[in-house]
């Protein structure tokens, strides 16, 4: 079982950065697939990024690609994203997500644990 945390989510004009971090429970965390999403209203969640339990590989959206970084650090049990160059289409909430299988997946559905979001909104 694995609790997730988000924070560092606010409102931020068009151009600016945030970074949002996400803290889990337990001893475990190193065996997570980690994996960033956001859910805008009307629309139905979208992947966002994604990190190896090592933190060797990542995986990103075309529409966040060399504008948002995901990084983990597992002696702190955390999981960040930064995002640099930020869009109003930006604006959502964003939640992290655990996956306790190796492989990096962009289907929420084969995501095993979830946090409970933290809105970021960016305006023009």
């Known amino acids: 079982q694995v609790q997730l945390v988000e924070s560092g989510g606010g409102l931020v004009q068009a151009g600016g950065s945030l970074r949002l971090s996400c803290a889990a429970s337990?001893?475990?965390?190193?065996?997570?697939?980690m994996g960033w999403f956001r859910q805008a209203p009307g629309k139905e969640r979208e992947f966002v990024a994604a990190?190896?339990?090592?933190?060797?590989?990542?995986y990103y959206a075309d529409s966040v690609k060399g504008r948002f970084t995901i990084s983990r650090d597992n002696a702190k049990n955390t999981v960040y994203l930064q995002m640099n160059s930020l869009k109003p289409e930006d604006t959502a909430v964003y939640y992290c997500?655990?996956?306790?299988?190796?492989?990096?997946?962009?289907?929420?559905?084969?995501?095993?644990?979830w946090g409970q979001g933290t809105q970021v909104t960016v305006s023009s």
């Open positions: 337990g001893r475990t965390f190193s065996s997570y697939v």
């Open positions: 990190i190896a339990r090592s933190g060797g590989s990542t």
């Open positions: 997500a655990a996956r306790s299988s190796a492989t990096l997946i962009i289907t929420p559905q084969s995501y095993d644990y």
